[in-house]
Antibody
Framework: QVQLQESGPGLVKASGTLSLTCAVS?????????WTWVRQSPGTGLEWIGE???????NYNPSLRSRVTILADKSNNRFSLNLNSVTAADTAVYYC????????????WGQGTLVTVAS | DIQMTQSPSSLSASVGDRVTITCRPS??????LNWYQQTSGKAPKLLIF???ILHIGVPSRFSGTGTGSDFALTIDSLQPEDFATYFC?????????FGQGTRVEI
């Protein structure tokens, strides 16, 4: 049974870089899947950040593209999110998720991790 | 970006009720509409994808309908575990976007 687990600092200083990792267990990051990051805050609701394919092709939300990088680490079966120049508006619960095979729904989610940006 | 408008934003219901939540995108999205359920403090869970296909393990009391620019999630005979927040999502165009959520409460 595939599981996803986010990890990373829960507190990031404003203007710094938010870095999170999503570990994939029970399955392979190299499977024919896309893997994605989504965040959720009370103010903006659920927001799609971007995704990466097993061939490491990426797509990003245009509103975040200038600040975000998603990378795959196949040797360790995990993928990561880097978001730079963070502000308080980036405070949110960050989720990693797997994209479904039949339709581009998100069929498996990690438990989420709260990241707070402090000045 | 495609804006997704859900209604109502919240509703009160009782066990056994039939509940319908609607989702309207700001432009046509074909059948690229998914529904998620989120209980307090947990990650969203996929309920329905491609407008009307139930995800594995989702009870048959959940159903999805719609086409193009008008979609609905219906829960027949509401159960205690169904009290949660429901979100729609369009994957027709990048960036994917979500509705603001509908809270179903007792």
């Amino acid at each position: 049974q595939v599981q996803l687990q986010e990890s990373g600092p829960g507190l990031v200083k404003a203007s710094g870089t938010l870095s999170l990792t999503c570990a994939v267990s029970g399955g392979s990051l190299s499977s024919s899947r896309w893997w994605t990051w989504v965040r959720q805050s009370p103010g903006t609701g659920l927001e799609w950040i971007g995704e990466i394919s097993q061939s490491e092709t990426t797509n990003y939300n245009p509103s975040l593209r200038s600040r975000v990088t998603i990378l795959a680490d196949k040797s360790n079966n995990r993928f990561s999110l880097n978001l730079n120049s963070v502000t308080a508006a980036d405070t949110a619960v960050y989720y990693c998720a797997r994209v479904g095979t039949i339709a581009t729904s998100l069929d498996l989610w990690g438990q989420g991790t709260l990241v707070t940006v402090a000045s | 970006d495609i804006q997704m408008t859900q209604s109502p934003s919240s509703l009160s219901a009782s066990v056994g009720d039939r509940v319908t939540i609607t989702c309207r995108p700001s432009q046509g999205i074909s059948s690229s509409l998914n529904w998620y359920q989120q209980t307090s403090g947990k990650a969203p869970k996929l309920l329905i994808f491609a407008t009307s296909i139930l995800h594995i393990g989702v009870p048959s009391r959940f159903s999805g309908t719609g086409t193009g620019s008008d979609f609905a999630l219906t829960i027949d005979s509401l159960q205690p575990e169904d009290f949660a927040t429901y979100f729609c999502q369009q994957t027709y165009m990048t960036p994917q976007t979500f509705g603001q959520g509908t809270r179903v409460e007792i």
